[in-house]
């Protein structure tokens, strides 16, 4: 398994705001936004991708569910972000996004909360298997298209879940097997707010190693016209 990542700050902001965790060794890899417009964004996506870290090297021993491994750590970030907005004025409102995903062997699990997102690229084909949390994606779910195109577009930003923003969190989860030759992507709206599922599939597909196209990603964001921070980290699944 190798994996890689890239990220950039937006052009309207004054910090990146994302953090990533990449490591192949342990089978961990996790993407965190913090919430734009709130002092100590950075903070919390800082401590969810640190506390999941932690957590996983801490207490893996322990857990033969690698689903209930995965939902624990969240849980565990989740609580530090809260615990630090209380005691820090300045940051009551500091919350978070994150997508976690978690290989064990042939086993795969991924969790979200926010709207970071996950894709799968299986035998070529490209599939999101995270579920955004989101005004616009409450929206899409109960079918409400036909002249609200506008208002599910305004509605995007707007999170109905996030890390920090309630004790009591529910993720999103995915659980599949993977094979050789299998590709995982996690990425920040950054990326996935202004490319196309094709375009992100051909470029998966491309010849090339994980470094080029976690680069190509990024520079096709930009170009399409992204001013947030744009975060990917890319996961070849080959043994």
């Not at 999941?52 to 530090?80: C, G, H, M, W």
């Not at 923003?165 to 993720?171: K, L, Q, T």
């Not at 992100?200 to 491309?206: D, P, Q, V």
Request: net charge neutral; charged share 25%.
């Amino acid at each position: 398994m190798q994996a890689t990542w890239q990220s950039k700050k937006g052009t309207t902001n004054n910090e990146n705001q994302d953090r990533a965790l990449v490591d192949p060794e342990l089978g961990l890899f996790v993407v965190a936004d913090g919430l734009g417009g709130y002092e100590g964004g950075a903070t919390a996506s800082a401590i969810a991708v640190s506390c999941i870290n932690e957590f996983f090297r801490t207490e893996l021993p322990k857990f033969s569910d690698l689903q209930a491994l995965v939902l624990s750590s969240i849980d565990y970030a989740n609580s530090a972000i809260r615990t630090l907005a209380v005691e820090r004025d300045n940051m009551r409102q500091m919350a978070t996004t994150v997508v976690v995903a978690a290989v064990r062997h042939v086993e795969l699990i991924i969790a979200n909360v926010g709207d970071s997102r996950a894709y799968l690229l299986k035998y070529g084909r490209l599939k999101k298997v995270t579920r955004d949390h989101s005004a616009a994606a409450d929206l899409t779910g109960k079918r409400l298209f036909s002249g609200k195109q506008s208002r599910i577009r305004t509605s995007r930003n707007i999170l109905t879940m996030a890390l920090g923003s309630s004790s009591n969190v529910r993720p999103a989860v995915f659980r599949s097997t993977v094979n050789d030759f299998d590709q995982l992507l996690l990425c920040t709206d950054g990326l996935w707010s202004v490319l196309e599922d094709d375009v992100i599939e051909r470029t998966l597909a491309e010849d090339g190693n994980l470094l080029e196209k976690c680069r190509n990603l990024v520079s096709l964001a930009e170009r399409n016209g992204a001013t947030d921070d744009i975060t990917c980290v890319l996961i070849d699944i080959s043994r």
